[in-house]
């Protein structure tokens, strides 16, 4: 004969999973980016650098803008200096 199990043996009971604690999402917190005692800005070279480029872009938009005209070159030159530097705070005086 086959034996019955009590009532209360754990096939009986439907296994309960233990309850897990609520998950807690983490978060993340960065510093923000700043300037520390041994880093340096840019040398003023770099920077030169890229305000000739700047105004050379300028001043080919300016061309391209006006027709792409022979000759005209340091027009188009001074006026994207003057509104390169303006733009960035600087003043520039007249260059040859």
């Known amino acids: 004969m086959l034996e019955k199990e ?11 999973k233990a309850e897990a604690a609520p998950r807690v999402k983490k978060k993340i917190v960065t510093a923000p980016a700043t300037r520390t005692a041994g880093s340096k800005p840019a040398p003023p ?16 938009e300016l061309w391209e803008s006006e027709g792409r005209p022979a000759g005209r070159e340091h027009a188009h030159w001074l006026q994207a200096e003057s509104e ?13």
């Open 6 to 16: 009590p009532a209360g043996s754990a096939e009986a009971k439907p296994k309960r």
């Open 84 to 96: 390169v530097s303006r733009a960035r705070g600087h003043h520039v005086g007249v260059s040859r």
């Open 45 to 60: 070279i770099r920077r030169k650098e890229n305000m000739h480029e700047h105004i050379q872009r300028r001043a080919y």
